[in-house]
């Protein structure tokens, strides 16, 4: 059994929802990636009940916990206090703290106002936890079974402590035995179509198997355990993805640099040199934008209607027969532009299919390369933003399986 | 006191950081204004043992809760199930939902995974909240002191089954007394700029100012207790405005539809039956994305070059002049297309400034109207994420500044 670890986090802000707490995601990833499992996240907010009461509840609970936030100067911040109530410790005064936090107000030619002493103020047996990075210094100490990290909610100021103070702390005091997560990314295919491919591979007892659903790409897990033999691993790996085909556009933790789709089209266009332009419609614009400082992206132009796309390249199209419209543009494009491949993004489906999100539009897809022409058809359903979502991934996951496999 | 609410997350991929949880933000702020006090927030993985744990102590702890998560048909989806164990009570076939689960199928000319069955499986006497956005149909229930609300994670799911059943069942459930909150939206105006502008306006002691930066705006808040006059209250609303002149884009909270700016431009385009054609550098598609399914956007082009975007407009342009390239580019698409405004998003700055962090850009927008042209430059720095946004941004404020004001 691994040790368990919490994330508490502290402040009114996260509570009432007008900060996201990229914290706690931040923290738990770290962790599980040392060996470390989470078991929850708690935000509550400055309320010195409130604080008592779960830092009680998770001393009984975890092995240890990281807590960020309330140590500032001002009134509502209460970790130290609430520290000292909770485990009946008296706070006591660290004049090595005191001294670092007047010397970061020196530092700025700013007088440290009074109510800055208060974070010099520590829990009878903490140890301090240095913090060169804003006033305030973080402090540990073990209460019954858990020992307890506390740091600042600045994003900046806990990542640096994580790293230079709590993870190496953390290291010494559990013996840690970290998984590997292998991460199988698709697209063009459910969660239960996968599971369904992949119901008749036996997987040990050991692994666990895992799915996630996001908007753009469904993920299938396998999270083995750390003395895994690395030749099964791989092979276990490889049987899942052979069976989900060329929908696998990305592998994570095998040890080579994966990402999302956009990620793997953009290494694949790049390590080929290759150049790109594209005619966006129901994606609008979105396409182009995904692909963020892409050198290899030459232009791209969105058209609301095809009559009018078909005006302004000065050619004749049929709204009725997508493929030849697609070619006719495809090839307009190919010979009046730079680029080496063209990637035409069609649907059919009229304005009030393409709003509504029980009626599906038919996507259709063309990348025109040196070698001929390409396509894909898919019918998509949902709210607007799914549809655009999905009509600039499959585009792209056109131009990804042309690149990767030739295999449409 | 107002009646406490939590926020319950479930899911492996946020107990181990791989999503950062933006559903508990989304919910807290909405419960808040709705008069709710939001105490916790809590987030464990995919164990049934924990979700029990958890369920059983919120409902001793909360007047009510929203649980996000856990439940899609895969096998680590456990929520129901939970609900079941925690309350002891038997799950129930439910006839209704199985046919809604299966009409998502068929609407995608999909076959239904027999795994999706156990979507329509509730605890006996929890209420189904139909959710025409996916699979998976959420319930509620009351279990001890709480009042559980149980919808899927995907946020989009999530946000129109709580604004379309939660948000009315809450309402009519608890006698509530929400503050009133008035936030005035910027862009082009930083924080301490504002409070400068702001300062000699007297805030009465029990209204609270309050800022906040997001990537998309500076958003000023104002917040009166329930029984404010409402002249006072539009009064200083009014005042504030104004401070801030022609940087507001939209006032919420006084009762009529108000949001971003890109809703705003909306609105404006909409009311006015305008048409709008866009030729972007900088923001590359992110300005026609962002308009998502808008019919006033009749067509957009990215082009990555200066010189290509003159060669497939047949013009000559001038890099080192962009406010006369600006003009022939806009004139041209003006005459040629049939849009009845062009905007025209150019940038000065090479790739490496474009893509270094450190330094600036300066962002030159054109728009050409009827009643002649109108421009706006502006320098901004930072990673090429925000560069793309705020050039995304700034464009489209020209555009709004011209419909709202004609002041630029």
Not at 171 to 197: C, M
Request: charged residues 20%; hydrophobic residues 45%.
């Amino acid at each position: 059994m691994n040790p368990t670890l919490e994330i508490f986090s502290q402040g009114a802000e996260i509570v009432t929802g007008q900060t996201v707490d990229t914290n706690a995601a931040w923290l738990s990833e770290h962790a599980v990636n040392m060996g470390l499992t989470v078991t929850r996240h708690t935000a509550v907010g400055d309320k010195l009940d409130d604080l008592i009461a779960l830092l009680r509840e998770i001393s009984i609970r975890a092995d240890c916990c990281i807590c960020t936030g309330g140590l500032g100067p001002t009134s509502d911040d209460l970790t130290a206090e609430a520290v000292a109530k909770a485990f009946d410790l008296p706070l006591e005064y660290d004049a090595v703290a005191f001294e670092q936090i007047k010397r970061f107000f020196t530092l700025r030619n700013r007088e440290m106002p009074d109510s800055n002493r208060k974070q010099a103020m520590f829990p009878k047996g903490a140890e301090r936890i240095d913090n060169a990075w804003g006033t305030a210094p973080g402090f540990s100490l073990q209460a019954g079974r858990c020992w307890f990290a506390f740091v600042p909610g600045v994003p900046t100021e806990m990542r640096h402590l994580f790293l230079e103070s709590i993870q190496p702390a953390l290291a010494s005091r559990f013996l840690l035995h970290p998984d590997k997560l292998v991460t199988i990314r698709t697209l063009g295919i459910g969660e239960s179509d996968i599971q369904q491919r992949i119901g008749a591979i036996e997987i040990p007892d050991h692994v666990q198997l895992g799915f996630r659903a996001s908007p753009d790409d469904v993920q299938t897990k396998l999270l083995f355990p750390q003395n895994y033999p690395e030749a099964a691993m791989t092979a276990l790996v490889d049987k899942v993805a052979a069976a989900l085909g060329a929908h696998v556009f990305a592998i994570d933790g095998l040890g080579w640099a994966s990402g999302d789709l956009v990620f793997t089209v953009g290494q694949l266009m790049a390590a080929g040199k290759h150049t790109l332009a594209v005619v966006e419609t129901a994606s609008q614009g979105l396409l182009a934008a995904k692909c963020l400082g892409a050198q290899w992206l030459l232009e791209s132009r969105y058209q609301q209607s095809l009559e009018k796309l078909g005006q302004s390249l000065a050619i004749a199209l049929n709204a009725d027969d997508l493929p030849s419209s697609a070619q006719a543009i495809a090839s307009e494009i190919y010979q009046t532009g730079s680029a080496e491949f063209v990637l035409v993004q069609l649907y059919s489906g009229d304005d009030k299919t393409f709003h509504d999100k029980d009626q599906a539009i038919i996507l259709y897809n063309m990348l025109l390369t040196g070698d001929g022409s390409h396509q894909t058809t898919h019918s998509v359903a949902g709210p607007i933003e799914r549809k655009q979502n999905q009509a600039t991934l499959l585009a792209l996951d056109l131009l990804r399986r042309y690149l990767q496999h030739k295999e449409f």
